[in-house]
């Protein structure tokens, strides 16, 4: 499975090559968790806005139309539309600088500016949050990849993964084949073409393979933040019927190469149909003291 793998030219995309092998592995035999996401569970997502426009309405904030996907992503194919999220791991501490929160990993996902260290001026940006309000359940992949800021959740996983490959006569070349694509769905990827094969393999898990296609999404760790935090990834389907928007805010990012600060505008205040209406944040005294100053001769990329 694995020289089958590392033999397949990206550049050529032949999904029929692809696809062959992991019909080499019966549907049954493909060694899975399940992670369940329960009601009440919050949900973070992030759009760079267009250049000096707000997006004032719900849909604009979900998950993209179909037809405006051209490249291929982390858990998704071209032409196929899923809803990108970042979720808190249950050991998180806002205290603690090793334990990022998901506003800032979902920045680290969407924003290249932030990850440029060489690059400074200001980022307008929009924040939504989503609540699970049914359960969500998930396909899981052991975390074979290094990240070198695993928060507990990873390891909890890796350990029940452990444990019921221990109970069972596991298909050997189904082992070798989901341990092959765990380790590349926690490669940093330069270019989207890099991504033909593990997204391919999330597009048969959630909608081929007859053991897993039932599932609403897959959960994965955040590749930018180390392993710090958590990406999921859902069937739009799912979203309509399990995942309810909460509100939004816009957002300044002020850089400065190396030195970056997020800076709240206004929050949302109602919601009408699709419509989002927002309101002037109250910022302190101090606030828009330390905004004057970072901001100061910094220019708007949007």
């Known amino acids: 499975i694995t020289s089958l793998l590392d033999n397949i030219d990206v550049n050529n ?17 493909y060694p899975l968790l399940r992670f369940c996401l329960f009601p009440g569970t919050v949900l973070i997502r992030q759009r760079i806005n267009l250049p000096k426009t707000d997006f004032c309405k719900i849909s604009e904030l979900g998950y993209p139309p179909a037809d405006c996907i051209h490249s291929y992503e982390r858990a998704n194919v071209p032409y196929q539309s899923m809803f990108y999220a970042c979720s808190f791991p249950r050991d998180y501490d806002a205290g603690c600088v090793d334990s990022p929160p ?43 990849y290094s990240y070198s800021r695993a928060c507990k959740d990873i390891l909890t996983i890796n350990d029940a993964w452990n444990r019921e490959i221990s109970k069972y006569d596991v298909n050997q070349e189904g082992l070798e084949l989901v341990e092959y694509m765990a380790r590349e769905i926690g490669k940093p ?67 400065r190469k190396e030195q970056a600060s997020m800076f709240v505008l206004n929050h949302s205040i109602s919601i009408s149909g699709d419509r989002i209406t927002y309101s002037p944040k109250q910022i302190d005294a101090k606030e828009e003291v330390r905004y004057k100053e970072f901001a100061e001769g910094l220019s708007f990329r949007n």
């Not at 995309?13 to 035999?29: A, C, G, K, M, W």
Request: charged share 25%.
């Open 189 to 255: 990827f330069s270019s989207n073409l890099e991504y033909f094969k593990i997204s391919n393999f999330v597009n048969y898990l959630l909608h081929i393979n007859k053991k897993t296609k039932n599932v609403d999404g897959i959960i994965y760790p955040s590749v930018p933040a180390e392993g710090s935090g958590f990406n999921i990834a859902l069937k739009p389907d799912s979203v309509k019927e399990k995942v309810q928007f909460k509100g939004a805010s816009l957002c300044y990012l002020l850089k």
């Open 13 to 29: 995309q032949n999904t029929d090559e692809l696809y062959e092998i992991f019909r080499l592995v019966p549907d049954s035999d």
């Open 102 to 144: 998901p506003r800032l990993v979902a920045l680290m996902e969407t924003s290249s500016f932030f990850k440029d260290a060489q690059a400074s001026g200001i980022e307008r940006c929009t924040v939504s949050r989503w609540d699970v309000v049914k359960d969500l359940e998930l396909v899981a992949m052991p975390f074979l």
